[in-house]
């Protein structure tokens, strides 16, 4: 283990800042036929809800110019059977677990977050980007007093460290963040991905079976790194950023802007090998410019 890299986050501390965005990588089955997952600072697994979601018709995927839009509907086999199978696989690693949990009631975050709490986990990710269907389908994590009440009343359900991840289909995303915090979070992440939407012009028809689904990639990068340099000024928690990150150069920019960790989401289709190279990647950075810890560097963007 390489000290320089640790980073602790809510008391729990990794190898190195680097993890996974969920929805990205599985629960790294797959992946791991290809890379190290011992390698990595954690793994932020699929979204997964109390009961089995089948998630949206197809098709569900669209890539773009920059990018990747996708309408999934965190299709996922429900908590039980993650816990059965999914938990005890990822104990073979020496990796943090953070498991990212979803909901369209309040009742169902808290149903999803107690489930957990006796688990073999290290962290939750609490997605409030969710539509909520009691309110008609808007997003859980537009409205700060929603997102406050949503999340003390999901605190009162967990046992680990609860991430809260942010929503970026907002005004201002500084008054959710605070929201976010007063509600209990030990620490936020994001962005989650924007709305995107793209038409086959021959046949006159939306690509994806959903219309719209949510944009990520390299086109997102500088309006995510925007909204985690705001977050990281605005409030105490540490913050995971995300957004478009796909090589070293790109995580470090995060860093620099007050990020505590960095998470590799869409890069993962294209390159699986994109989340060990940026962990060489900065430690190599880190060799060649005489850095002694990541705390010399991070948020060194006034």
Same mark, same amino acid.
């Given at each position: 283990?390489?000290?320089?890299?640790?980073?602790?986050i809510?008391?729990v501390t990794?190898?190195n800042?680097?993890?996974t965005?969920?929805?990205t990588?599985?629960?790294?089955?797959?992946y791991?036929?290809?890379?190290d997952?011992?390698?990595?600072?954690?793994?932020?697994v699929?979204?997964?809800?109390?009961?089995?979601?089948k998630?949206?018709?197809v098709?569900?995927?669209a890539?773009?110019?920059?990018?990747?839009?996708?309408?999934?509907g965190l299709?996922?086999?429900?908590?039980?059977?993650?816990?059965?199978?999914?938990?005890p696989?990822?104990?073979?690693?020496?990796t943090?677990?953070?498991?990212n949990i979803?909901?369209?009631?309040?009742?169902?975050y808290?149903?999803v977050?107690?489930?957990?709490?006796d688990c073999?986990?290290?962290m939750?990710?609490?997605?409030?980007?969710?539509?909520?269907?009691?309110?008609?389908?808007?997003?859980?994590?537009?409205?700060?007093?929603?997102?406050?009440?949503?999340v003390?009343?999901v605190?009162n359900?967990?046992?680990?460290p609860? *991430?809260?991840?942010?929503?970026?289909?907002v005004?201002? &995303?500084t008054e959710i !963040?605070r @929201?976010?915090?007063? $509600?209990? +979070?030990?620490?936020?992440s994001?962005?989650?991905?924007?709305?995107?939407m793209?038409i086959?012009?021959?046949?006159?028809?939306?690509i994806?079976a959903?219309?719209?689904?949510?944009?990520s990639?390299?086109?997102i990068?500088?309006v995510?790194l925007?909204?985690?340099?705001?977050?990281?000024?605005?409030?105490d928690?540490?913050?995971?950023?995300?957004?478009? *990150?796909?090589t070293?150069?790109d995580?470090?920019q995060? &860093?620099?802007?007050? !990020?505590e @960790?960095?998470?590799? $989401?869409? +890069?993962?289709?294209?390159?699986?090998?994109?989340?060990?190279?940026?962990?060489?990647g900065?430690?190599?950075?880190?060799k060649?410019n005489?850095?002694?810890?990541?705390?010399?560097?991070?948020?060194?963007?006034?």
């Amino acid at each position: 283990m390489d000290s320089r890299m640790e980073t602790t986050i809510a008391g729990v501390t990794w190898k190195n800042p680097v993890t996974t965005a969920f929805g990205t990588f599985g629960s790294g089955r797959e992946y791991g036929e290809l890379i190290d997952l011992n390698r990595l600072g954690a793994i932020t697994v699929k979204g997964v809800s109390e009961e089995a979601w089948k998630g949206n018709p197809v098709p569900r995927l669209a890539e773009t110019q920059s990018g990747l839009l996708n309408s999934i509907g965190l299709q996922n086999a429900g908590a039980e059977l993650f816990i059965e199978n999914d938990i005890p696989f990822l104990r073979q690693y020496d990796t943090k677990i953070i498991v990212n949990i979803c909901g369209h009631t309040l009742s169902q975050y808290c149903a999803v977050a107690e489930r957990f709490a006796d688990c073999d986990i290290d962290m939750l990710e609490l997605n409030i980007s969710c539509p909520n269907v009691e309110e008609g389908g808007l997003s859980f994590g537009t409205d700060p007093h929603v997102v406050e009440r949503v999340v003390k009343a999901v605190r009162n359900y967990v046992k680990q460290p609860l *991430i809260v991840k942010l929503s970026p289909e907002v005004t201002d &995303i500084t008054e959710i !963040a605070r @929201a976010a915090v007063s $509600g209990g +979070a030990d620490a936020l992440s994001l962005i989650n991905t924007l709305r995107g939407m793209k038409i086959d012009i021959h046949k006159r028809k939306p690509i994806l079976a959903n219309k719209i689904g949510g944009y990520s990639g390299p086109g997102i990068m500088s309006v995510a790194l925007r909204m985690a340099y705001e977050v990281c000024h605005s409030v105490d928690v540490p913050v995971i950023g995300m957004g478009g *990150i796909s090589t070293f150069e790109d995580a470090l920019q995060f &860093i620099m802007a007050g !990020a505590e @960790a960095v998470a590799v $989401g869409t +890069a993962n289709f294209h390159n699986p090998y994109a989340t060990v190279e940026i962990i060489d990647g900065i430690r190599q950075y880190m060799k060649e410019n005489k850095i002694s810890s990541l705390e010399e560097i991070r948020g060194c963007i006034d």
